[in-house]
């Protein structure tokens, strides 16, 4: 891809950079991907100023106090430093769920509370005395966090060996390839369990079982692009002019293998954080009150019925958390088939 | 083509031997007083710790734990799962035949809906069925198994009250069932009661089937219907489809005969794998309905730290999932000739 852009520019036709290269018009083309990108990007919003949006509690987790402040106030203040605290690296008590008061029976949106710090009115109602809006906020953070440190360290993995299987070939590819053979023989969810019930429950483990499974995909993927790009007459030429391997990996096989996992990446951003949740709401991988998604659901397990009278009451506990879990699945499916496709060279549309 | 099953099967050990290196290997990360938490049993065992951890060797070398695990696992000794309170390889016997059951009754709904939806929506690209059957998998296909679960359940179960409780039976016929059991024959409740001619068991269990074969249908049909769809679109516009139009035969037998016949091939595979892939217990459908499978067992073990449980689980479902592979690549071979092992 480098070398065909490259060449086209020297022929001294209109000059292709990123945006007006043919994925990116695709891309541009296709409606769905807006839809998908807006929901991706109202996500990063409500991740990236989690702290601002549901703000650290007088009462309810240590997030205050971590922060080393009195009032929430001071986190609304860009000039001073609690603010860029909060936003870019919170104390890890601001992912405990603010839990308002012990009752396990949900209270409903904006009905006030009273608390010891006076009332509180959390936007959408409580569950097992915590707060949803901040479960969701926060969760959105961590649903963030979770993706891109698993997608990141998968890629590097992957990539690494999957290029140093497919170029050297002989026993490394082999000894690795039966590795990945192994692992993917088994249901990925069945090894994720096993890991993060070992290991036990943090995001930091529910992480590790997931970077441990998930690099055997991308490394058979990046070993089988390699093994194409490989032959070419580009890489003869460059080892030709005396290029040393890793140079010859790094700079011209990795980024011409480099388009069917970006697809893939896109996709696994988003699948990611939703096998996180469902793993929570089993009650493995997070602890008890961290924000997370698969938490909220798991409280509204036990409110499905409603009351006698009204069989919705507690219609809140599962609507929000449902809700912004299948905006955040569409989100970025949409944007991720639509990169799929865009990337796909053997559909011409 | 024998020479490839023989080869495939070979790979099975492999898989297994990997897999029981690995979880000991794991729990070598965990203190000896912390792994012998999974031998407790009782109160007695739990005051003398330093006894249990003697006992089973849990403070030697890594190499010996596991070759005294893999002595007892020889004999048919997989440990105690604390979390259904037998020993694991009992318990497998126990709950593997009501995976089995809720898969066997999920297959058809799958299997057939998928098909026949992809199939008329490739049939009529871009009409309305088309829009509708793409609309409908991008929904269903993104939401998570645990949430559509939810879904239904609060639609059928909280606001209409149609559907029943959690579990295999209502609460009354498992106090009826203390009394008259039904007898055991395949362990799958539904087939035993129908055998014993016990009509009110039989429907209880059908009734608790219906939410868990909805939620697994829904959620595993999304990829299904994308895949008939395309395959049947792309060999429409093959050259045997136009010569078969061109000699006179009706539309249906064109498109049901000759089209479709050939379009299902790729779908064989992915609706083999799903089925590979609900008979290895389907985890969190098993544990919202409350379905006493080897998923829902395998979720509880691992909430509640049982090793023994944890591990036999992860082989079980390590294990049926080779084994169907293997007999996915072979029926398919079977189904279409083009295909030659080597």
């Known amino acids: 891809m480098a070398a065909t852009a490259r060449a086209t520019a020297s022929v001294g036709e209109k000059r292709e950079t990123f945006w007006t290269s043919r994925p990116l018009r695709r891309l541009r083309r296709n409606k769905l991907a807006w839809v998908g990108l807006t929901l991706v990007i109202l996500f990063t919003i409500l991740a990236a100023f989690a702290p601002l949006l549901a703000p650290p509690p007088l009462i309810g987790n240590n997030c205050l106090r971590d922060l080393g402040v009195s009032q929430p106030a001071a986190v609304y203040n860009p000039l001073g430093s609690t603010f860029w605290r909060a936003v870019l690296i919170p104390p890890a008590s601001c992912y405990q769920i603010t839990r308002i008061n012990f009752k396990p029976e949900p209270s409903p949106p904006l009905r006030p509370i009273r608390t010891d710090a006076g009332p509180v009115r959390p936007l959408l109602g409580t569950a097992n005395g915590y707060d949803v809006w901040y479960g969701l906020v926060w969760g959105a953070r961590t649903a963030f966090k979770l993706a891109i440190t698993v997608v990141f360290f998968q890629l590097l993995i992957g990539i690494t060996l999957g290029a140093i299987s497919g170029y050297f070939g002989g026993w490394i590819d082999n000894l690795l390839q039966r590795f990945i053979e192994v692992i993917l023989s088994f249901p990925s969810l069945v090894l994720v369990i096993v890991i993060t019930a070992i290991l036990g429950p943090s995001l930091t483990n529910v992480m590790i079982a997931f970077i441990a499974v998930g690099w055997a995909g991308y490394a ?32 011209h096989i990795i980024p011409n293998a480099l388009t069917t996992i970006t697809a893939i990446a896109v996709l696994d951003l988003g699948s990611l954080p939703l096998a996180a949740a469902g793993l929570s709401f089993l009650g493995i991988g997070l602890p008890v009150g961290f924000a997370d998604w698969g938490q909220l659901i798991s409280f509204a397990r036990a409110w ?45 549309g | 083509m024998f020479a490839f099953i023989v080869r495939r099967l070979l790979f099975l050990p492999v898989v297994i031997f990997v897999l029981t290196i690995f979880i000991v290997g794991l729990l070598q990360l965990l203190s000896p007083e912390q792994r012998a938490a999974a031998f407790i049993q009782n109160d007695n065992q739990a005051r003398n710790l330093q006894l249990v ?30 979390s259904s309170n037998l020993p694991v ?5 126990q709950r593997f035949p009501s995976t089995l059951e809720l898969a066997l009754y999920s297959l058809i709904p799958l299997i057939g809906f998928g098909i026949w939806l992809g199939t008329l929506a490739g049939l009529n690209k871009n009409k309305f069925i088309d829009q509708f059957a793409r609309v409908f998998a991008v929904v269903t296909g993104n939401i998570p198994t645990f949430v559509m679960g939810i879904i239904l359940v609060v639609i059928f179960y909280g606001l209409l009250g149609i559907a029943p409780g959690p579990g295999q039976v209502s609460p009354e016929n498992q106090i009826y069932m203390l009394t008259n059991p039904v007898p055991t024959r395949t362990g799958m409740l539904s087939i035993d009661a129908l055998l014993a001619g016990n009509w009110v068991i039989f429907w209880d269990v059908i009734h608790h089937l ?37 000699k006179g035969l009706s539309e249906r037998t064109v498109n049901i005969k000759h089209a479709r016949r050939n379009a299902l091939l790729p779908v064989a595979t992915i609706a083999g794998f799903q089925v590979a892939a609900l008979l290895g217990g389907a985890v969190i459908t098993e544990t919202i309905f409350a379905w006493p499978g080897i998923g829902s067992w395998g979720a509880d073990a691992a909430s509640r730290f049982d090793v023994p449980g944890i591990l036999g689980f992860a082989l079980l479902a390590g294990i049926v999932t080779v084994v169907m592979n293997l007999v996915v690549d072979i029926l398919y071979a079977v189904i279409d000739p083009r295909v030659r092992f080597d």
């Open chain 2, 89 to 93: 390889l009992d318990t497998i016997k």
């Open chain 2, 53 to 82: 951890i003697r006992e089973h060797g849990l403070d030697k070398p890594f190499l010996v734990q596991y070759w005294n695990w893999l002595k007892a696992a020889a004999q048919g000794n997989l440990g105690f799962s604390k």
């Open chain 2, 210 to 246: 219906i939410l868990p074969v909805i939620t697994l249908t829904t959620v595993l049909n999304a990829n299904l219907i994308m895949v008939t769809r395309g395959s049947m679109i792309e060999t429409l516009n093959q050259d045997f489809v136009r010569t078969a139009r061109a």
């Open chain 1, 304 to 348: 499905i019925q409603g009351t006698a009278d009204n069989r919705l009451a507690y219609w809140y506990v599962s609507f929000y958390p449902a809700l912004t879990i299948i905006l955040f699945g569409l989100g970025w499916n949409l944007l991720g088939s639509a990169v799929r496709d865009a990337v796909d060279p053997r559909d011409n």
């Open chain 1, 220 to 251: 058979r993927i990046v070993r089988g692009d390699v093994l194409k790009v490989r032959i070419l007459e580009f890489v003869d030429g460059a080892r030709a002019l005396g290029v040393s391997d890793l140079r010859l990996i790094v700079r």
